[in-house]
């Protein structure tokens, strides 16, 4: 009992040192005026108080903030991301950094930039195959890049533009292996280049229209870099004229690493206006459960969802 009556008295006697410095600077009414409201010492004393320091008094009451997902569930549909990024950009666009940063929120993943070269095969080598393709990350990282082997003999190795050459053809992999590895990349992925119908069309696949970004149909790029809007541009005028940088240079043809990557920059140069403009032009859709994760779940807690054997169990 002394020893508790010593350890009390030691922690009310700090607990007063500290109260007096409190009240010295003006942040606690003295102890025993009228209207004062400082507790008592003891066990029952608030954290706040045992700790030396007092809650801030403020007479108005802080504003909400507004809480938005920072992300998306693996599920979640093409127009349900663009909407979340108009919203994120429309929230952010006060602070740079928070503006570049928005597409991390949105999972980078989801984004990659594709180039195919083609070669001549067919009658005169008018027909346009696959012979090589390329496809970065959001980054620029190269995730895939391999040369293919056309399912019908090469006619036209097109080298000048391709720069495909037939040493190339010795390691290269079947058409059918790689359409399978390739179209497992770009599976649910929103997928960026530069006239990029050719290159589905050499991949003999078709991806969904929402989630296609053709930088060479891009109003924002076309806007940008002064071009008419119904003319056609290269990615190589598009580069020089708004990333400052040549590509497609010398006689060794060009390179679908580096086209895929100038996709990419040209993409993410515009992206804050490019996502934000199709957002506003997506009809408009009701929130699912599954695919938008802001939809509320709370409805499904109703008896009527739940399982009749539970139900007999729990009365």
Same mark, same amino acid.
């Given at each position: 009992p002394q020893a508790r009556s010593k350890k009390k008295s030691r922690k009310h006697q700090r607990f007063l040192e500290r109260r007096a410095l409190l009240e010295q600077k003006g942040l606690l009414s003295p102890h025993g005026r009228p209207g004062s409201q400082s507790p008592e010492a003891g066990p029952e004393a608030t954290p706040s108080e045992a700790d030396g320091t007092a809650a801030p #008094? #403020?007479?108005?009451?802080?504003?909400?903030? /507004?809480?938005?997902?920072?992300?998306?569930?693996?599920?979640? $549909?093409?127009?349900?991301?663009?909407?979340?990024? $108009?919203?994120?950009?429309?929230?952010?666009?006060? $602070?740079?950094?928070?503006?570049?940063?928005?597409?991390? %929120?949105? /999972?980078?993943?989801?984004?990659?930039?594709i180039d195919c070269e083609m070669v001549g095969t067919g009658p005169r080598g008018r027909l346009s195959e696959l012979a090589r393709c390329s496809v970065v990350n959001y980054e620029g990282d190269v995730i895939y890049d391999k040369y293919v082997r056309p399912e019908l003999p090469i006619v036209d190795y097109r080298t000048r533009w391709s720069g495909i050459t037939q040493q190339h053809m010795k390691n290269a992999i079947p058409f059918k292996a790689a359409q399978a590895e390739i179209l497992k990349i770009l599976k649910d992925k929103i997928v960026v280049g530069h006239a990029i119908h050719n290159d589905f069309l050499a991949l003999k696949?078709?991806?969904?229209?929402?989630?296609?970004?053709?930088?060479?149909?891009?109003?924002?790029?076309?806007?940008?870099?002064?071009?008419?809007? /119904?003319?056609? %541009?290269?990615?190589?005028?598009?580069?020089?004229?708004l990333l400052h940088k040549k590509i497609q240079v010398g006689c060794k043809g060009h390179s679908s690493v580096e086209d895929a990557q100038t996709a990419m920059e040209l993409y993410r140069l515009v992206e804050v206006q490019w996502e934000k403009e199709l957002a506003q032009s997506l009809p408009p859709r009701p929130p699912s459960p599954v695919t938008d994760p802001a939809a509320d779940s709370s409805q499904y807690l109703d008896d009527q969802y739940w399982p009749t054997e539970l139900m007999a169990s729990s009365l």
């Open positions: #008094c #403020c007479d108005k009451v802080p504003k909400p903030k /507004r809480i938005v997902p920072s992300l998306l569930s693996p599920s979640a $549909s093409p127009d349900s991301i663009a909407r979340h990024h $108009s919203v994120l950009l429309s929230q952010e666009n006060s $602070s740079s950094k928070k503006v570049q940063m928005s597409s991390l %929120v949105l /999972r980078p993943g989801k984004y990659v930039a696949y078709f991806h969904p229209k929402d989630r296609t970004r053709d930088t060479s149909q891009s109003y924002v790029l076309k806007k940008r870099a002064g071009v008419p809007i /119904r003319s056609s %541009v290269s990615l190589k005028n598009l580069a020089k004229n």
